[in-house]
């Protein structure tokens, strides 16, 4: 019998792509007045949050280009005020992009993350995961909630037990949160991240 997430992790770019649209789809929803408003991740305003998924994106790009990760000392951001906030968001979109011409065709077999090497396979499951999930935590932030695509949830899920261990609870990720069964794949996939989607 193969091990979770194994049918999943050939995967990889075609579904980090599918991720990406999926959440370029939620940037769109964003607005400079709605930058302070709350998210589902715990002290996070949506300013915050549009930032770490900037530097999420940088990273994972970083990954597909030069197939390494270099560790560098977080940085706080400068305020951002007035029209910048908007052209923020339009960059963070640009940069997803950039995202999916980096791992169209990954010239590597493994990235070194940490002096660690992850199969590139592995890690672009994580890059799906990371941006599908932090897109919906944008559209939640605006008010409007997008559930992911069925068929992309379903795929995610599969993956979690390979990337989502105790380690990284409740630091990166909420422990899981009860979902009835026959709830949709997008819920049952944020509810094992601790996220509770609207309806469920």
């Known amino acids: 019998m193969a091990a979770p997430g194994a049918t999943r992790l050939d995967l990889g770019p075609a579904l980090l792509e599918r991720a990406v649209g999926y959440t370029r789809g939620c940037l769109a929803l964003v607005r400079p007045d709605l930058l302070d408003a709350p998210t589902p991740c715990t002290d996070w305003d949506l300013r915050t949050l549009l930032r770490h998924l900037d530097d999420s994106l940088a990273a994972f790009t970083e990954a597909g280009s030069v197939g390494a990760v270099a560790p560098s000392p977080p940085v706080e951001p400068p305020p951002l005020v007035g029209p910048v906030e908007t052209r923020d968001v339009v960059a963070t979109s640009t940069r997803a992009s950039a995202l999916l011409a980096a791992w169209t065709d990954p010239p590597y077999p493994a990235v070194e993350v940490a002096g660690h090497l992850v199969g590139t396979d592995l890690l672009a499951g994580a890059g799906a995961l990371e941006v599908a999930v932090h897109g919906w935590d944008v559209s939640v932030a605006c008010g409007a909630p997008r559930p992911l695509p069925a068929l992309v949830a379903l ?45 469920t």
């Open 155 to 199: 795929d995610l899920l599969d993956l979690v037990p390979l990337l989502v261990g105790p380690a990284d609870r409740p630091l990166r990720f909420a422990p899981p949160v009860a979902v009835r069964r026959s709830a949709a794949p997008s819920a049952r996939l944020l509810a094992a991240l601790g996220r509770v989607s609207p309806g």
